[in-house]
């Protein structure tokens, strides 16, 4: 039995292997997690996330905004000039945006309602929500654009701009909560 206590005392270091609890005389104490110096200061730090589940996230999630801002911008440059070339342009843009949006809508589904609900912020189901409502308008949007082009003005450019302002909004608020957490840190 020595020969275990010093083995846990060189592998755990001399500080915790060899300490008594006070308030169970006779029972050593062993740590089964890391020292409170090195846990994490906050539960948001610490979540069940899949690491790539959240890679895939943060690589697919700003590609549909830039679609859906291009889109805008075409849909507003069509509604100047009257030239179909753009509604046509916007409407592919559109399209091509809620293609990729489908993965990281499913990732944030999966992340904020079924595998870490718990730890989930109030900021991230708003933004779940901001996304959802955003990617319903542009699902509208392009039905709009499936029209005749001269019938897409003004409601595309609405529901461009709708489709865009909400998730510019969802960004601006997960942004702020990173700040506020002081997490802007890569893993």
Do not use: C
């Not at 948001?44 to 697919?60: F, P, Q």
């Not at 849909?75 to 070339?85: C, E, F, K, R, S």
């Not at 079924?114 to 189901?125: L, P, V």
């Amino acid at each position: 039995m020595g020969h275990v206590d010093q083995t846990f005392q060189s592998a755990l270091g001399a500080s915790n292997a060899g300490r008594i609890d006070s308030e169970r005389p006779g029972q050593r104490q062993f740590p089964l997690s890391p020292p409170l110096s090195l846990q994490p200061m906050n539960s948001h730090v610490a979540s069940r996330r899949s690491i790539v589940a959240k890679a895939i996230y943060g690589l697919l999630n700003p590609i549909p905004f830039g679609f859906f801002v291009a889109a805008l911008f075409f849909d507003i440059i069509y509604a100047l000039t009257a030239v179909i070339l753009w509604d046509r342009a916007a409407a592919w843009l559109i399209a091509i945006g809620l293609v990729f949006a489908i993965v990281p809508r499913l990732i944030n589904l999966t992340q904020v309602w079924i595998t870490s609900r718990a730890m989930t912020t109030n900021a991230e189901r708003l933004d779940f929500w901001l996304n959802l409502v955003a990617v319903v308008a542009a699902i509208f949007n392009a039905f709009v654009h499936s029209r005749d082009a001269y019938a897409v003005v003004p409601a595309g450019v609405w529901l461009s701009a709708l489709t865009v302002l909400l998730l510019a909004i969802g960004h601006i608020i997960i942004a702020v909560q990173h700040a506020a957490f002081g997490d802007f840190i890569h893993e």
